[in-house]
């Protein structure tokens, strides 16, 4: 099945600095890809892995399960550790539940975790009735581009798969119930107006993670995909500080990227 335009993965090798980036639920990488070059551009090492299910029909989605989308960046993170000696996460709205579920299970294998806009829970009135009503309707509206920025378009279905819809539902649980375990450094991005994952979950991850050294920044001009939308750039940037911070060999590997392209 051929790929949606930009659904491509994203891997560039750089320095002993390594990042995991994790796109949503019905998105793909498109959604992150401008975040995952930033940080490549900066002489990381990054890999941006394409969901199972995703990026092609929504049809191939229905098929797959939240065990599915995390075995995937599961594997990404093992191969990622093989070849770094520091590794951090990063993820966007579901992207950001299985940063924070390979932090709980991986320990200090992870040195740090970035989250934009998190989910943690369903809160649609008809959630509970999922197990049931995804054997009588197949399918519901999408939610893909949810963007303030005039323009902004995320690559992702237009229809919502409620098979999938149900796993997401159960993955949600799964992780908020191993939040304890992380206790990673944790940078926590929020759009107070978001229209498909309310700002609610982010508290919500703040307030059970066991992390100490926490911090939020509010992205007052951004939707959902605040990666594509107006504060990008902030995304962009407060997470190569965040990393850089906790690993100071980044910078220095920026550095010398920098001085090797102004050479060339």
Known sequence: MPLLPGAEPFRRDGGEVGVLVCHGFTGSP?????????????????????????????????????QDWYAEVDRE????????SRVFVCG???????????????????SGVVVVNPGNKMHEAAAPLLPVLRHVVRTTKGI??????PGGEEVGYDRVPLHAAHSLRRFFRQVDSELPRVTQPLLVM?????????????????????????RQTLLERSYH???????AERIFEDTFAFI????????????????????A
């Open 190 to 214: 929020t759009s107070p107006q978001d229209h498909v994952v309310p700002p609610v979950d982010s508290e919500r991850i703040l307030s059970r993670v066991s992390s100490t050294d926490v």
């Open 92 to 110: 966007l709205s579901m992207g950001g539940a299985l940063a924070l579920r390979l932090a709980a299970k991986h320990g200090d294998a992870i």
């Open 244 to 263: 850089s911070r906790l690993a100071p060999e980044a910078r220095a590997g920026a550095q010398e990227g920098a001085t090797a392209s102004g050479g």
């Open 30 to 66: 498109q959604s992150v890809r401008p975040w995952a070059e930033h940080l490549a551009d900066r002489g990381l090492t990054v890999t941006l892995p394409l969901l199972p299910g995703h990026g092609t029909r929504w049809q191939d989605m229905q098929v797959t399960t939240w």
């Open 144 to 149: 893909a581009s949810d963007i303030a920025k």
């Open 225 to 231: 995909v605040a990666t594509l939308d107006h504060d």
């Open 77 to 84: 993170l093992r191969a990622l550790t093989e070849r770094c």
